[in-house]
């Protein structure tokens, strides 16, 4: 397998050297979307979510589940849950190609199966190999997929997987490009994300980021941790005997273990850390000198101070940037039938504390 993403001189950006002044976006565009709650859905917290204004519908992934709204968050479906024939039993990820009106979803990191808009369930496909955590639509006849373990059997982060042959044809961004040997198994839902019309991708194993171009995966900039990178020794103890505590015992030693999320938004690429106080960098995509530090994500954009709006956003596209808001977030006492008003960058709205979450999208 041939390795397509080296390029010369790649541009190191130390993190340990922001600026203090604080930076703040002017928001041009804002628009929430509150996510009807009936019987059929009731969800706890959105993982993903996808916005296809042109022909209303909203995609959810929820509680690894997929959901279908209107543009205005009406409840029209979900996928039926179990073994039979177009159902599913874990869903992890989710695509969509809006100019075929189809829905791409990952069952289990093994299975591809694909819906029309309205939920209807059109064919079934098994990964062999590459087992998946995350699916991204390239164009109407290609996927990326995420594999979820690398380092031992499967060497490759990425896959393009052919939609007409049902079979991966290239992988791209190896191992060799992450300071562990196997991966540490953080699975995000949004490994892709738009600088224009160019797609990038991140992942939480590689201190990186890369532009796909000309069918290859490039990397644009490499991040430099200063003195809170994970020791070489201290990765290696962990690999093969105790992996799942990894990440804590190395933030608790004030490293950093992974990233948590990259995109891209007004000039600036954002990319969260995993830290105690989930840090964003927001680095200047013309000046990788000037790179900021936010103690949250959601201080750069003037949101509330809450948890939910402290994760990642749930979808990016190339237009917008989508976050979950967790309504119960903005009471103090966790009361049944509580209702208040509340206000999300200057836009007041009355809430239930048993509200579904609401889509919060920011334009570009």
Same mark, same amino acid.
């Given at each position: 397998m041939?390795?397509r993403?080296h390029?010369?001189?790649?541009?190191?950006?130390?993190l340990d050297?922001?600026k203090?002044?604080t930076?703040?976006?002017?928001?041009?565009s804002?628009? #929430?979307?509150?996510?009807?709650?009936t019987?059929?859905?009731t969800?706890?917290?959105?993982?993903?979510?996808?916005?296809?204004s042109?022909?209303?519908?909203?995609?959810?992934?929820?509680? @690894?589940?997929?959901?279908?709204y209107?543009?205005?968050? &009406?409840?029209?479906?979900?996928?039926?849950?179990?073994?039979?024939?177009?159902?599913? #039993?874990?869903?992890?990820s989710?695509a969509?190609?809006?100019?075929?009106?189809?829905?791409?979803v990952?069952?289990?990191?093994?299975?591809?199966?694909?819906?029309?808009?309205?939920g209807?369930?059109?064919k079934?496909?098994?990964?062999?190999?590459f087992?998946?955590?995350?699916?991204?639509?390239?164009?109407?006849?290609n996927?990326?997929?995420?594999?979820?373990?690398?380092?031992?059997?499967?060497?490759?982060?990425?896959?393009?997987? *052919?939609?007409?042959?049902?079979?991966?044809?290239?992988r791209?961004? $190896?191992?060799?490009?992450?300071?562990?040997?196997i991966?540490?198994?953080? &699975?995000?839902?949004?490994?892709?994300?738009y600088?224009?019309n160019?797609?990038?991708?991140?992942? +939480?194993?590689?201190?990186?980021?890369?532009q796909y171009?000309?069918?290859s995966?490039?990397?644009i900039?490499?991040?430099?941790?200063?003195?809170?990178k994970? +020791?070489?020794?201290?990765?290696?103890?962990?690999?093969?005997?105790?992996r799942?505590?990894?990440?804590?015992?190395?933030?608790?030693?004030?490293?950093?273990?992974?990233?948590t999320?990259?995109?891209?938004?007004?000039?600036?690429? #954002?990319?969260?850390?995993?830290?105690?106080? $989930?840090s964003?960098?927001a680095?200047?995509?013309?000046?990788?000198n000037?790179?900021?530090?936010n103690?949250?994500?959601? $201080?750069?954009?003037?949101?509330?101070?809450? +948890?939910?709006?402290?994760?990642?956003?749930?979808?990016?596209?190339?237009?917008?940037?989508?976050?979950?808001?967790?309504?119960?977030?903005?009471?103090d006492?966790?009361?049944?039938?509580?209702?208040?008003?509340? *206000?999300i960058?200057?836009?007041?709205k009355?809430v @239930?504390?048993?509200?579904n979450?609401?889509?919060?999208?920011?334009?570009?």
């Amino acid at each position: 397998m041939r390795e397509r993403n080296h390029r010369d001189h790649v541009p190191k950006v130390r993190l340990d050297a922001t600026k203090h002044e604080t930076l703040k976006f002017s928001l041009s565009s804002i628009e #929430l979307i509150q996510l009807e709650r009936t019987i059929d859905s009731t969800i706890p917290y959105v993982q993903k979510a996808y916005l296809d204004s042109n022909n209303d519908r909203l995609f959810i992934l929820a509680d @690894c589940n997929l959901y279908i709204y209107d543009g205005n968050g &009406m409840y029209i479906s979900k996928l039926s849950i179990g073994n039979g024939p177009g159902e599913v #039993l874990q869903v992890s990820s989710f695509a969509v190609d809006p100019i075929s009106e189809i829905i791409y979803v990952l069952d289990m990191a093994r299975f591809i199966n694909v819906y029309d808009y309205s939920g209807n369930f059109i064919k079934r496909t098994q990964l062999d190999e590459f087992y998946s955590s995350d699916i991204f639509s390239l164009d109407s006849n290609n996927l990326f997929l995420i594999c979820n373990f690398v380092g031992k059997g499967e060497m490759f982060f990425v896959g393009r997987y *052919e939609v007409p042959v049902n079979m991966i044809r290239e992988r791209f961004v $190896s191992i060799s490009n992450s300071p562990y040997a196997i991966s540490t198994n953080l &699975m995000v839902q949004n490994s892709f994300f738009y600088k224009g019309n160019s797609v990038m991708f991140f992942n +939480p194993n590689i201190f990186s980021l890369f532009q796909y171009k000309n069918e290859s995966f490039v990397k644009i900039i490499s991040l430099d941790l200063g003195n809170r990178k994970v +020791p070489e020794d201290f990765a290696k103890r962990f690999y093969d005997h105790n992996r799942s505590a990894f990440r804590d015992e190395a933030k608790r030693r004030k490293y950093v273990p992974v990233l948590t999320y990259a995109f891209y938004y007004g000039g600036y690429y #954002l990319i969260g850390i995993d830290d105690d106080s $989930s840090s964003c960098y927001a680095i200047n995509s013309s000046n990788f000198n000037e790179v900021y530090e936010n103690k949250s994500l959601s $201080s750069y954009f003037g949101l509330p101070e809450i +948890p939910s709006l402290k994760f990642p956003p749930v979808g990016f596209q190339e237009d917008m940037i989508l976050f979950g808001c967790d309504v119960s977030d903005f009471f103090d006492e966790l009361t049944p039938g509580s209702t208040k008003t509340i *206000e999300i960058a200057n836009i007041n709205k009355k809430v @239930c504390i048993d509200d579904n979450p609401i889509i919060l999208i920011i334009r570009q």
